[in-house]
Protein backbone atom coordinates (compact mmCIF):
# COMPACT_ATOMS: atom_id res chain seq x y z
CA UNK A 1 0.00 0.00 0.00
CA UNK A 2 1.44 3.35 -1.18
CA UNK A 3 0.21 6.50 1.34
CA UNK A 4 0.62 9.93 0.67
CA UNK A 5 -1.36 13.34 1.75
CA UNK A 6 -1.93 15.88 -0.22
CA UNK A 7 -2.54 20.01 0.62
CA UNK A 8 -4.36 22.01 -2.02
CA UNK A 9 -4.95 25.60 -0.59
CA UNK A 10 -7.58 28.02 -2.18
CA UNK A 11 -8.38 31.48 -1.80
CA UNK A 12 -12.11 30.65 -0.25
CA UNK A 13 -13.54 30.08 3.03
CA UNK A 14 -14.31 26.53 4.39
CA UNK A 15 -18.14 27.84 4.64
CA UNK A 16 -17.65 28.84 0.79
CA UNK A 17 -16.25 25.70 -0.49
CA UNK A 18 -18.87 23.80 0.31
CA UNK A 19 -20.96 25.57 -2.59
CA UNK A 20 -18.26 25.39 -4.60
CA UNK A 21 -17.27 22.00 -3.90
CA UNK A 22 -20.28 20.18 -5.12
CA UNK A 23 -20.57 23.07 -8.08
CA UNK A 24 -17.27 21.93 -9.29
CA UNK A 25 -17.77 17.99 -8.97
CA UNK A 26 -20.78 17.99 -10.72
CA UNK A 27 -19.37 20.37 -13.84
CA UNK A 28 -16.66 18.44 -14.17
CA UNK A 29 -17.99 15.37 -13.94
CA UNK A 30 -20.43 16.66 -17.09
CA UNK A 31 -17.44 18.06 -18.91
CA UNK A 32 -14.90 14.70 -18.89
CA UNK A 33 -18.03 12.31 -19.51
CA UNK A 34 -18.66 11.52 -23.09
CA UNK A 35 -17.15 9.21 -25.83
CA UNK A 36 -18.45 5.90 -23.64
CA UNK A 37 -16.50 7.09 -20.92
CA UNK A 38 -16.98 9.57 -17.26
CA UNK A 39 -18.69 9.45 -14.17
CA UNK A 40 -22.79 7.59 -14.05
CA UNK A 41 -24.37 8.72 -10.33
CA UNK A 42 -25.97 5.52 -9.21
CA UNK A 43 -27.19 7.27 -5.91
CA UNK A 44 -27.20 9.99 -4.29
CA UNK A 45 -29.04 10.30 -0.99
CA UNK A 46 -28.94 12.46 2.53
CA UNK A 47 -27.08 10.39 4.91
CA UNK A 48 -26.93 10.90 9.21
CA UNK A 49 -24.31 9.70 11.34
CA UNK A 50 -23.88 10.09 15.30
CA UNK A 51 -20.61 11.89 15.20
CA UNK A 52 -20.45 14.00 11.97
CA UNK A 53 -23.31 14.67 11.65
CA UNK A 54 -25.90 15.17 8.26
CA UNK A 55 -24.24 14.31 5.19
CA UNK A 56 -24.40 13.18 1.74
CA UNK A 57 -24.20 9.37 0.30
CA UNK A 58 -23.05 9.13 -3.25
CA UNK A 59 -21.69 6.42 -5.22
CA UNK A 60 -20.85 6.86 -8.60
CA UNK A 61 -18.93 4.38 -11.29
CA UNK A 62 -15.95 6.20 -13.82
CA UNK A 63 -15.35 4.61 -16.62
CA UNK A 64 -11.82 4.92 -17.90
CA UNK A 65 -10.50 2.00 -20.02
CA UNK A 66 -8.97 4.30 -22.68
CA UNK A 67 -7.22 6.51 -19.68
CA UNK A 68 -5.06 3.63 -19.37
CA UNK A 69 -1.76 2.97 -20.13
CA UNK A 70 -1.29 0.98 -22.83
CA UNK A 71 0.78 -1.92 -20.19
CA UNK A 72 -2.18 -1.66 -18.09
CA UNK A 73 -4.93 -2.09 -21.05
CA UNK A 74 -3.15 -5.43 -22.22
CA UNK A 75 -5.02 -6.65 -19.45
CA UNK A 76 -8.53 -5.39 -18.33
CA UNK A 77 -11.37 -5.16 -19.92
CA UNK A 78 -12.80 -3.49 -22.89
CA UNK A 79 -14.95 -1.60 -20.76
CA UNK A 80 -13.61 -1.35 -17.09
CA UNK A 81 -15.03 0.63 -13.95
CA UNK A 82 -14.29 1.22 -10.44
CA UNK A 83 -16.59 2.32 -7.92
CA UNK A 84 -16.44 5.43 -5.92
CA UNK A 85 -18.11 5.60 -2.96
CA UNK A 86 -17.96 8.81 -0.95
CA UNK A 87 -19.53 9.80 2.66
CA UNK A 88 -19.41 13.47 2.75
CA UNK A 89 -20.13 14.93 6.38
CA UNK A 90 -18.97 18.40 5.54
CA UNK A 91 -15.94 19.27 6.82
CA UNK A 92 -15.09 15.88 6.87
CA UNK A 93 -15.40 13.11 3.51
CA UNK A 94 -14.19 9.71 3.44
CA UNK A 95 -13.72 8.69 -0.62
CA UNK A 96 -13.74 4.60 -1.50
CA UNK A 97 -12.80 3.60 -4.99
CA UNK A 98 -12.95 -0.32 -5.76
CA UNK A 99 -13.13 -3.05 -8.19
CA UNK A 100 -13.37 -5.88 -5.78
CA UNK A 101 -15.14 -9.59 -5.70
CA UNK A 102 -16.10 -9.16 -2.11
CA UNK A 103 -18.22 -6.56 0.34
CA UNK A 104 -15.80 -7.56 3.06
CA UNK A 105 -12.45 -6.26 1.21
CA UNK A 106 -14.92 -2.89 1.23
CA UNK A 107 -14.99 -3.12 5.12
CA UNK A 108 -11.41 -3.20 4.95
CA UNK A 109 -10.73 -0.37 2.82
CA UNK A 110 -12.91 1.53 5.09
CA UNK A 111 -10.92 0.25 8.24
CA UNK A 112 -13.84 -1.78 9.41
CA UNK A 113 -14.57 -5.32 10.68
CA UNK A 114 -16.58 -7.81 9.27
CA UNK A 115 -19.48 -7.15 10.96
CA UNK A 116 -22.36 -10.12 11.48
CA UNK A 117 -25.45 -10.00 9.88
CA UNK A 118 -27.55 -8.34 12.63
CA UNK A 119 -25.28 -5.24 13.25
CA UNK A 120 -26.69 -2.26 12.73
CA UNK A 121 -25.49 1.16 11.64
CA UNK A 122 -25.05 2.25 15.26
CA UNK A 123 -21.83 -0.22 16.00
CA UNK A 124 -19.92 0.39 12.48
CA UNK A 125 -19.13 3.66 11.23
CA UNK A 126 -21.21 3.86 8.38
CA UNK A 127 -23.74 1.59 6.73
CA UNK A 128 -22.34 -0.16 3.91
CA UNK A 129 -24.98 -0.75 1.18
CA UNK A 130 -27.51 2.00 1.86
CA UNK A 131 -28.20 1.93 -1.85
CA UNK A 132 -28.74 -1.71 -1.94
CA UNK A 133 -32.29 -1.87 -2.91
CA UNK A 134 -31.82 0.27 -6.08
CA UNK A 135 -29.39 -1.82 -7.15
CA UNK A 136 -28.56 -5.21 -8.61
CA UNK A 137 -25.63 -6.91 -6.47
CA UNK A 138 -23.41 -7.44 -9.75
CA UNK A 139 -22.90 -4.05 -9.54
CA UNK A 140 -20.73 -4.68 -6.23
CA UNK A 141 -18.43 -7.24 -7.87
CA UNK A 142 -15.91 -7.65 -10.04
CA UNK A 143 -13.65 -10.28 -10.63
CA UNK A 144 -10.92 -8.72 -12.62
CA UNK A 145 -8.94 -7.18 -9.94
CA UNK A 146 -10.14 -8.45 -6.33
CA UNK A 147 -7.50 -6.04 -3.84
CA UNK A 148 -7.82 -3.18 -5.65
CA UNK A 149 -8.86 -0.17 -3.68
CA UNK A 150 -8.53 3.99 -3.35
CA UNK A 151 -8.95 5.25 0.18
CA UNK A 152 -8.93 9.16 0.58
CA UNK A 153 -10.19 10.78 3.85
CA UNK A 154 -10.55 14.75 3.42
CA UNK A 155 -10.62 17.62 5.99
CA UNK A 156 -11.10 21.00 5.46
CA UNK A 157 -9.35 24.14 7.60
CA UNK A 158 -9.13 27.68 7.27
CA UNK A 159 -5.39 27.72 7.27
CA UNK A 160 -2.50 27.57 4.31
CA UNK A 161 -2.02 23.51 4.69
CA UNK A 162 0.45 24.12 8.03
CA UNK A 163 -1.28 21.62 10.26
CA UNK A 164 1.14 18.40 10.13
CA UNK A 165 -1.67 16.43 12.26
CA UNK A 166 -5.29 17.42 10.62
CA UNK A 167 -6.63 13.89 10.62
CA UNK A 168 -5.50 13.83 14.69
CA UNK A 169 -3.75 10.24 14.76
CA UNK A 170 -0.12 10.44 13.47
CA UNK A 171 1.39 13.01 11.42
CA UNK A 172 1.78 11.81 8.07
CA UNK A 173 5.58 11.72 7.73
CA UNK A 174 6.93 14.58 5.50
CA UNK A 175 8.30 12.81 2.98
CA UNK A 176 4.68 11.79 1.96
CA UNK A 177 3.34 14.77 1.72
CA UNK A 178 3.15 17.07 -1.36
CA UNK A 179 1.96 20.43 -1.44
CA UNK A 180 0.02 21.09 -4.62
CA UNK A 181 -0.08 24.81 -5.57
CA UNK A 182 -3.06 25.18 -8.08
CA UNK A 183 -1.02 28.78 -9.27
CA UNK A 184 2.26 26.77 -10.45
CA UNK A 185 2.08 23.28 -10.45
CA UNK A 186 2.76 21.63 -13.82
CA UNK A 187 -1.10 21.69 -15.44
CA UNK A 188 -1.70 18.68 -17.87
CA UNK A 189 -2.09 20.57 -20.90
CA UNK A 190 -5.19 19.00 -22.22
CA UNK A 191 -7.04 20.57 -19.72
CA UNK A 192 -5.81 24.09 -20.11
CA UNK A 193 -8.45 26.78 -20.47
CA UNK A 194 -7.19 30.19 -20.61
CA UNK A 195 -10.42 31.18 -19.03
CA UNK A 196 -9.33 28.80 -16.03
CA UNK A 197 -5.91 30.52 -15.89
CA UNK A 198 -5.50 31.78 -11.97
CA UNK A 199 -2.18 34.03 -13.01
CA UNK A 200 -5.33 36.11 -15.19
CA UNK A 201 -7.93 35.12 -13.44
CA UNK A 202 -10.40 37.84 -11.53
CA UNK A 203 -13.31 37.09 -9.79
CA UNK A 204 -16.04 40.55 -10.28
CA UNK A 205 -18.45 38.90 -7.62
CA UNK A 206 -15.49 38.93 -4.69
CA UNK A 207 -12.76 40.71 -6.14
CA UNK A 208 -10.47 38.30 -5.40
CA UNK A 209 -7.58 37.51 -8.20
CA UNK A 210 -5.08 37.60 -10.08
CA UNK A 211 -3.28 34.95 -7.74
CA UNK A 212 0.64 36.11 -7.54
CA UNK A 213 3.78 34.12 -6.72
CA UNK A 214 3.97 33.51 -2.77
CA UNK A 215 -0.28 33.92 -3.05
CA UNK A 216 -0.19 31.43 0.00
CA UNK A 217 1.60 33.07 2.28
CA UNK A 218 -0.21 36.40 2.48
CA UNK A 219 -3.82 35.85 0.71
CA UNK A 220 -7.30 36.37 2.56
CA UNK A 221 -8.96 34.64 2.83
CA UNK A 222 -7.36 30.93 2.43
CA UNK A 223 -8.14 27.75 3.42
CA UNK A 224 -6.82 24.26 2.77
CA UNK A 225 -7.96 20.65 1.65
CA UNK A 226 -5.94 18.18 3.60
CA UNK A 227 -6.34 14.29 1.56
CA UNK A 228 -5.10 11.15 3.37
CA UNK A 229 -4.80 9.16 -0.18
CA UNK A 230 -3.86 5.17 0.90
CA UNK A 231 -3.48 3.14 -2.50
CA UNK A 232 -3.49 -0.17 -2.63
CA UNK A 233 -3.17 -2.78 -5.85
CA UNK A 234 -2.59 -6.22 -4.76
CA UNK A 235 -1.01 -7.81 -7.93
CA UNK A 236 2.22 -8.99 -8.03
CA UNK A 237 4.96 -7.96 -10.29
CA UNK A 238 2.56 -4.81 -10.99
CA UNK A 239 1.43 -3.45 -7.43
CA UNK A 240 4.84 -0.89 -7.26
CA UNK A 241 4.00 0.84 -10.65
CA UNK A 242 0.59 1.31 -10.56
CA UNK A 243 0.27 2.35 -7.23
CA UNK A 244 2.60 5.06 -8.33
CA UNK A 245 0.17 5.46 -11.55
CA UNK A 246 -2.93 6.22 -9.66
CA UNK A 247 -1.26 8.65 -7.23
CA UNK A 248 0.07 10.60 -10.06
CA UNK A 249 -2.83 10.56 -11.80
CA UNK A 250 -4.99 11.47 -8.25
CA UNK A 251 -2.60 14.15 -7.83
CA UNK A 252 -3.58 15.78 -11.27
CA UNK A 253 -7.23 15.41 -10.84
CA UNK A 254 -6.95 17.09 -7.33
CA UNK A 255 -5.09 19.86 -9.39
CA UNK A 256 -7.54 20.55 -12.00
CA UNK A 257 -10.65 20.01 -9.97
CA UNK A 258 -9.28 22.78 -7.27
CA UNK A 259 -8.36 25.31 -9.88
CA UNK A 260 -11.59 24.92 -11.15
CA UNK A 261 -13.41 25.53 -8.14
CA UNK A 262 -11.13 28.74 -8.12
CA UNK A 263 -12.01 29.91 -11.43
CA UNK A 264 -15.37 29.08 -11.50
CA UNK A 265 -16.42 31.12 -8.83
CA UNK A 266 -18.56 33.74 -10.13
CA UNK A 267 -20.56 31.01 -11.42
CA UNK A 268 -21.50 29.39 -7.89
CA UNK A 269 -20.95 32.22 -5.48
CA UNK A 270 -23.90 33.35 -3.81
CA UNK A 271 -26.06 29.83 -4.33
CA UNK A 272 -27.68 28.26 -1.42
CA UNK A 273 -27.13 24.90 -0.54
CA UNK A 274 -30.47 24.19 -1.76
CA UNK A 275 -30.06 25.72 -5.54
CA UNK A 276 -26.61 24.11 -5.38
CA UNK A 277 -28.16 20.86 -4.82
CA UNK A 278 -30.45 20.90 -7.60
CA UNK A 279 -28.01 21.79 -9.78
CA UNK A 280 -26.55 18.90 -8.89
CA UNK A 281 -29.05 16.69 -9.52
CA UNK A 282 -30.12 18.01 -12.89
CA UNK A 283 -26.03 17.92 -14.05
CA UNK A 284 -26.03 13.78 -12.71
CA UNK A 285 -29.11 12.90 -14.66
CA UNK A 286 -27.75 14.94 -17.49
CA UNK A 287 -24.41 13.28 -17.43
CA UNK A 288 -26.56 9.99 -16.99
CA UNK A 289 -27.67 10.30 -19.98
CA UNK A 290 -24.52 11.91 -21.96
CA UNK A 291 -22.73 8.83 -20.44
CA UNK A 292 -25.02 5.86 -21.73
CA UNK A 293 -25.83 7.25 -25.30
CA UNK A 294 -22.19 7.57 -25.96
CA UNK A 295 -21.42 4.12 -25.04
CA UNK A 296 -24.68 2.81 -26.81
CA UNK A 297 -22.86 4.80 -29.95
CA UNK A 298 -19.46 3.23 -29.26
CA UNK A 299 -20.75 -0.43 -28.53
CA UNK A 300 -22.08 -0.34 -32.08
CA UNK A 301 -19.19 1.05 -34.04
CA UNK A 302 -16.45 -0.52 -31.98
CA UNK A 303 -15.15 -4.17 -33.78
CA UNK A 304 -15.69 -6.94 -31.98
CA UNK A 305 -12.53 -8.34 -30.20
CA UNK A 306 -11.40 -11.69 -31.71
CA UNK A 307 -11.92 -15.02 -29.48
CA UNK A 308 -9.15 -16.00 -27.35
CA UNK A 309 -7.63 -19.53 -28.82
CA UNK A 310 -4.83 -21.72 -27.34
CA UNK A 311 -3.24 -24.36 -28.87
CA UNK A 312 -1.59 -27.81 -27.98
CA UNK A 313 1.01 -29.46 -30.31
CA UNK A 314 0.99 -33.16 -30.27
CA UNK A 315 3.72 -34.86 -31.34
CA UNK A 316 3.55 -38.54 -30.88
CA UNK A 317 0.94 -40.80 -32.40
CA UNK A 318 -0.61 -42.47 -29.53
CA UNK A 319 -0.95 -39.37 -27.81
CA UNK A 320 -2.59 -38.14 -30.84
CA UNK A 321 -4.68 -41.01 -31.10
CA UNK A 322 -5.95 -41.15 -27.35
CA UNK A 323 -7.17 -37.57 -28.19
CA UNK A 324 -9.52 -39.01 -30.81
CA UNK A 325 -7.55 -37.41 -33.73
CA UNK A 326 -7.07 -39.80 -36.50
CA UNK A 327 -3.25 -39.36 -37.72
CA UNK A 328 -1.72 -39.28 -40.83
CA UNK A 329 -0.27 -42.64 -42.36
CA UNK A 330 3.17 -42.41 -42.70
CA UNK A 331 4.81 -44.11 -46.06
CA UNK A 332 8.36 -43.69 -44.26
CA UNK A 333 8.04 -45.17 -41.15
CA UNK A 334 11.75 -43.49 -39.67
CA UNK A 335 9.82 -40.27 -40.69
CA UNK A 336 8.65 -37.99 -37.69
CA UNK A 337 5.25 -37.25 -38.09
CA UNK A 338 3.81 -33.33 -38.45
CA UNK A 339 2.75 -32.51 -35.00
CA UNK A 340 -1.26 -32.36 -34.56
CA UNK A 341 -2.42 -28.51 -33.79
CA UNK A 342 -5.85 -28.96 -31.61
CA UNK A 343 -7.70 -25.28 -31.48
CA UNK A 344 -9.68 -24.85 -29.06
CA UNK A 345 -11.73 -21.34 -27.95
CA UNK A 346 -12.94 -20.81 -24.60
CA UNK A 347 -16.89 -19.69 -24.38
Sequence with gaps: MLMKEYRICMPLTVDEYRIGQLYMISKHSMEQSGGGEGV??????AQSHPQHGSGQLTEKRIYLSSKLPSWMRTFVPRIFYVTERAWNFYPYTITVFFSLSAKSTLMIALGMKKPDKEMDGD????PLFPCAETLDPAEYTCSFVSTFHIRIETRFANDNGHNDNIFGDSPTPAENVSHIDILTDPYPE???KQSEDLSIWKSKKTGRGPLVAEW???????MCSYKRVQCSF?????QGRTE????KNIRDILLVGHRQAVAWTDEWHGMSLEEVREFERELQEQTNNKLKSTQSN???AAPARPAFSRSLSVTDEPSVKRMGVRSRVMSDSQAQPPPARLHSTPE
Design 123 to 126: IIPF
Design 298 to 300: ADS
Design 40 to 45: EVMCNE
Design 190 to 192: KHY
Design 216 to 222: RNDSEPI
Design 244 to 247: EFIH
Design 234 to 238: GVYGL
